[in-house]
């Protein structure tokens, strides 16, 4: 996961510069359809979790985490990917996130259980 991780930063600093780091941003999630399948997918208990609506004042990006590294992949297919994840492809059946760095308010705390 490092390795991906320092790929995807590399690519977007030499290719995507003012898109928001992934080391430095906040995970962001658009609607709750979303919502629930992430919780769905990453196996989370939402009784465990607060999910918060909030308003984004900032530097947004929103992207398909569908092109983010396998485990066995070659390296060039890591940053085939990493262009298409930065340059906000979609694949198509997309699993989006936003990334996101800047000022948040809360607007609604969301029961999800």
């Avoid at 995507?16 to 997918?41: G, Q, T, Y």
């Avoid at 990334?99 to 809360?106: A, I, K, N, P, Y």
Wanted: with cysteine.
């Amino acid at each position: 996961m490092l390795a991906r991780e320092l790929v995807w930063e590399n690519v977007r600093i030499s290719k995507f510069s003012e898109a928001p780091s992934r080391e430095h941003c906040i995970w962001l999630i658009e609607s709750m359809d979303d919502v629930i399948r992430w919780l769905n997918i990453l196996g989370f208990n939402p009784n465990l979790y607060t999910v918060v609506r909030v308003r984004a004042t900032g530097n947004a990006l929103r992207v398909d985490s569908n092109f983010l590294a396998g485990d066995s992949e070659p390296l060039s297919i890591w940053f085939n990917k990493a262009h298409s994840y930065w340059g906000g492809e979609l694949t198509q059946t997309p699993l989006p996130e936003v990334l996101f760095e800047g000022r948040l308010v809360v607007d609604e705390i969301i029961d999800v259980s």
